[in-house]
């Protein structure tokens, strides 16, 4: 369960560049938080409850370590344009070029290939192959306003010789327009070639 947390955190959090020429989302730059809404798939799947509570895990984990290893891992992770928000969520910093060059939290896993199907400013949807864990996902964002938007992702996944399908809503609410030190997306990310 240890290795599914992470690969579906990784893909929900991380940033996926879109296509130049599609309309960007109305969405304000600043300081946005990841919270899993809802996660159901058998087997291995962790419910939104169990993500929200291993992140609070990692939190108080990462919160025991001395001082200087805490500052490390803190940096690390906002240096990858990421941070735990404290309450069971993820936090990244969309500034104006992330939004503009169509950089939103949906996936970026290197171990995964993204192909957009749908890219409006009021609508993306996307098909995601990953080859580890082996793993097919269609992805769904709905920017219901400037400051929230909804990614629904359903898909199977190959473990130990079976498949199993998944579906997991993830909601990003808008905090505030200081990222809090925080790099953004933009910045950690350099464009992709055309």
């Known amino acids: ?38 996660s159901s798939g058998g087997t291995g799947m962790p419910s939104g409850a169990d993500m929200e509570k291993a992140m609070k895990q990692m939190q108080a984990n990462m919160a025991k370590l001395p001082p200087e290893q805490r500052k490390m891992m803190e940096e690390r992770m906002g240096n990858a344009g990421m941070a735990f928000s404290g309450n069971g969520g993820m936090r990244v ?26 890219q409006t400013a ?5 098909d995601v192959v990953c080859s580890q864990p082996p793993s097919t996902s269609q992805v769904e964002a709905l920017f219901e306003s ?3 938007y909804l990614v629904k992702m359903t898909g199977q996944r190959t473990g130990g010789g079976k498949t199993t399908s998944y ?12 990222c809090k030190g925080l790099k953004p ?10």
Do not use: F
């Open 167 to 178: 579906a997991m809503d993830m909601r990003y609410q808008y905090l505030g327009s200081d």
């Open 1 to 38: 369960m240890k290795g599914i947390k992470g690969s579906v955190l990784a893909m929900a959090v991380m940033a996926m560049t879109g296509l130049a020429q599609a309309e960007a989302p109305n969405l304000k730059p600043g300081l946005w938080e990841m919270k899993v809404e809802k």
């Open 93 to 118: 910093c969309l500034d104006q070029d992330s939004i503009k060059r169509n950089e939103i939290p949906l996936n970026d896993d290197k171990n995964c290939k993204t192909t957009i199907k749908t």
């Open 185 to 194: 997306i933009s910045q950690v990310r350099p464009p992709k070639a055309k």
């Open 146 to 148: 400037d400051s929230t």
């Open 122 to 126: 009021k609508r993306w949807a996307a």
